[in-house]
């Protein structure tokens, strides 16, 4: 047992969790119908994907990888600002957060 | 140094006059738009006065040229004198085109004769056209064309004459269709250009002909090449030059496509006067003479310039012959005039062509505008049978069209007789062919003689033909230009043939000069006469036969052309509808051209073929658009699964190793057969 802890997690099962991460989010993405939970699920796909940059950076010593993790989660943050604005936008101009009741290109 | 003549003053003091009567012309007072419309033109022979000057003042004085006139190498322009743009127009390495202007002896004798009568029939004009509406686009127009014209003279290649080639002919199409709400003027005015372009097909094939065997399109450097290399003989140079003929017959009225000009009288009178008679419609003679070195290495396309010009100058005669309509009697002469100079470059006699195409504008443009001046005279009838009697009520009018008739007939001392002379005399030694063209050009003589006296006999002799005319003297400004061309009529052959040539000599060449001076010994005297004196004698006995006929026919007996006409009805019929050459173009040309474009143009290829694939594309585009709108539901979880599929589909494809898996999937598909 000890053998296993002093052992490093291996690669494959940071990947699959990542993998599994945005799996849900995909599946979020297309299954719900609430505009803040599809939102959410945006935000656990790229956290996924965030996962996977860690892992390469710390497997291959390269810091490249934990940059593209800021940059995302930059663009994430600026993405919040604005996808929450346009919701809050779109929920007093409809009174809903169906997506499918969603449908035009204008309020 | 050669000083700078500055010759592109002459064109653009027209063009500024163009734009200000074109663009301002409806908000100026009349006041404003005369003065703009004739300070243009006088400006632009001011212009060409200072250039005579100029050379005049080189060649002539013993003491050095000074001050603004500047020097030349030993003290005189060189002629020709070049100026060009210093941007060049086409430059690739096959071809150099500049924006040149040439001054030389022949361009200088059309500029004083394009400016001079261009002038005197602006100011005509300001009488002519005076209650007319469109006086400011009149004016606009006319200046154009002596833009265009001055350009076309001046040009120092090919490619800038086809510019006031062209331009001339549009300034051409806008004057003739001037009463644009008459349908016969616009149709003429179409006419024109679509004739003219026939023409111009051939300038523009001669052009590219001279491209593509002489690298350049300058006249001089084509005359240099022609000249170093006796080789140039028959051949592409024959092809190039009858090239240029065809456009030569289509700008000035030359069969076969003479047709135009007839009907290019429904344009003002002064405009006829200036256009169709006295400048644009010489350019074709002019441009023959310019480009007079590709002829001489013909002698074939020489030949067809001759029986071109011999033909056209007795067909037209006969035709005016029988005209009643005043303005149509000198639209037929001017083209059998026209045939006249086209006779004198076909026999190699340039500069008698041009003396006949500078003494020919005087009188002709007199006679035009004095027919414009009866017209006025009588508010507008043109119909020479409703005339008659018009001396005693427009005296000016009657004195200054005897001279032009006078001239035009060829009587000495009068300008015709000079450069008609020359021109016969030209032909006739030309060889055995010569006489014949001789011949021809004498019997046309007489029939020009006796259609003028003709005209002359009905407008203004015996007693008035119609009670309701009510004829009164043109003003002073159309009077005068009239009495000035009458003099120039009467003066302007004085200069003489020998002068005339050896000043032209050095552009066209001297061929008229090698006379034969062989002398007759008249019968029991000492004296003996020149072959030329003997001929100008003929010339002016069948000029004075000609007078005497319409003497007989239309003074002492003005029964007997009723009785002729009745005694050949048919010889009379065909000349009256002027061999019927308009209804044989229509039938042959015009009326299959409009069936081949109707039908195959208009149906199969219109219709068809541009209006059926616009249609096909069209609806194309409308199917392919009712599908695929289906996809763009709005439907944001509908974008996400298609999304997802597409990521799904490209990973599939970079992920799945298609080289081992397609085999064995398809061995699979093999067996599962039932192999």
Not at chain 2, 290 to 307: G, K, Q
Not at chain 2, 410 to 426: E, T
Not at chain 2, 563 to 571: D, E, I, T
Not at chain 2, 606 to 631: E, K, N, P
Request: include cysteine.
């Amino acid at each position: 047992m000890n053998a296993l802890l002093s052992q490093e997690v291996p690669l494959s099962w940071y990947l699959l969790l990542s993998a599994a991460l945005f799996a849900l989010g995909v599946v979020g993405f297309l299954i719900k119908r609430n505009l803040i939970t599809v939102f959410m699920s945006i935000e656990l796909m790229l956290n996924g994907v965030n996962l996977s940059f860690v892992t390469f950076a710390h497997q291959w010593h390269a810091v490249k990888g934990q940059i593209f993790v800021f940059f995302v989660m930059m663009v994430a943050a600026a993405e919040a600002a604005v996808g929450l604005a346009i919701i809050i936008a779109v929920f007093r101009a409809r009174a809903t957060l169906a997506v499918d009741r969603i449908d035009l290109m204008k309020l | 140094m050669i000083e700078n003549l500055h010759l592109w003053y002459i064109p653009l003091l027209p063009f500024v006059g163009f734009l200000i009567n074109g663009i301002l012309g409806r908000r100026l007072p009349k006041w404003l738009v005369t003065i703009a419309a004739l300070l243009a033109p006088l400006a632009a022979f001011v212009c060409v006065l200072n250039a005579v000057q100029s050379i005049y003042f080189h060649l002539g004085s013993p003491y050095a040229p000074r001050g603004i006139l500047g020097y030349g190498i030993n003290g005189y322009v060189p002629l020709p004198h070049i100026e060009t743009c210093p941007l060049p127009w086409i430059s690739i390495p096959a071809l150099h085109v500049d924006f040149s202007f040439v001054l030389d002896q022949l361009s200088l004798v059309m500029l004083l004769v394009v400016t001079g009568v261009g002038f005197l029939i602006h100011v005509y004009s300001v009488g002519y056209m005076k209650d007319d509406e469109g006086y400011a686009r009149y004016f606009s127009y006319l200046n154009l064309f002596l833009f265009f014209m001055t350009v076309l003279v001046l040009a120092g290649n090919a490619l800038v004459m086809f510019i006031g080639w062209e331009g001339v002919g549009l300034a051409s199409y806008l004057l003739i269709g001037f009463y644009f709400s008459k349908k016969s003027a616009a149709d003429a005015g179409k006419k024109a250009f679509i004739v003219n372009r026939i023409g111009d097909f051939g300038f523009l094939v001669a052009m590219f002909l001279l491209a593509a065997n002489f690298g350049t399109l300058t006249f001089t450097e084509i005359a240099a090449k022609l000249g170093m290399d006796p080789g140039w003989n028959g051949g592409v140079v024959t092809v190039i030059a009858l090239c240029l003929m065809l456009g030569a017959a289509g700008k000035s009225a030359q069969l076969p496509l003479y047709i135009w000009l007839p009907d290019a009288m429904e344009g003002p009178t002064p405009v006829s006067a200036l256009i169709h008679a006295a400048t644009m419609v010489t350019a074709g003679v002019y441009m023959v003479a310019r480009t007079h070195v590709l002829f001489d290495h013909s002698p074939f396309a020489l030949s067809v310039v001759a029986i071109i010009g011999a033909a056209t100058a007795i067909f037209a005669a006969t035709i005016a012959l029988v005209q009643n309509d005043i303005k149509r009697v000198l639209a037929y002469s001017t083209i059998s005039q026209l045939g006249y100079m086209f006779l004198g470059c076909g026999v190699a006699a340039y500069s008698a062509a041009i003396f006949h195409l500078m003494t020919h504008a005087f009188f002709k443009a007199l006679l035009f505008l004095a027919a414009g001046s009866v017209i006025h005279g009588l508010g507008g009838e043109q119909d020479l049978r409703k005339m008659g009697g018009l001396w005693k009520k427009l005296p000016v009018t009657f004195a200054v069209t005897t001279v032009g008739v006078l001239a035009i007939a060829g009587i000495y001392p009068f300008a015709g007789f000079f450069s008609k002379d020359a021109i016969l005399y030209a032909a006739f030694l030309q060889g055995p062919n010569g006489k014949v063209l001789y011949a021809v050009g004498l019997l046309t003589a007489l029939l020009t003689s006796f259609y003028m006296f003709r005209l002359w006999y009905l407008a203004f002799m015996g007693t008035s033909r119609s009670e309701d005319v009510h004829a009164h003297e043109s003003p002073v400004s159309m009077l005068g230009p009239l009495v000035i061309l009458a003099l120039l009529s009467i003066c302007g052959g004085w200069i003489g043939m020998e002068r005339f040539g050896a000043f032209l000599a050095p552009t066209v060449g001297a061929r008229v000069a090698e006379a034969i001076s062989w002398r007759l010994l008249i019968p029991g005297t000492q004296f003996s006469i020149s072959l030329e004196v003997l001929l100008s004698i003929v010339a002016v006995l069948i000029a004075i036969e000609g007078w005497l006929i319409a003497d007989r026919f239309y003074r002492r007996k003005p029964t007997r052309p009723a009785q002729w006409a009745a005694a050949m009805p048919g010889g009379y019929k065909l000349l009256a509808n002027k061999y019927f050459v308009d209804e044989l173009y229509g039938a042959t040309v015009v009326k299959p051209l409009l069936g081949f474009s109707r039908i195959i143009l208009g149906w199969a290829v219109d219709v068809g073929i541009v209006s059926g694939a616009a249609w096909l594309l069209g609806g194309l585009a409308m199917f392919t658009g009712a599908i695929l709108q289906r996809w763009q539901s709005g439907n944001l979880r509908s974008y996400a699964a298609w999304l997802t599929a597409g990521a799904a589909a490209v990973l599939i494809f970079l992920l799945v190793p298609w080289t081992t898996v397609w085999p064995a999937s398809m061995e699979l598909v093999w067996k599962v057969a039932g192999h």
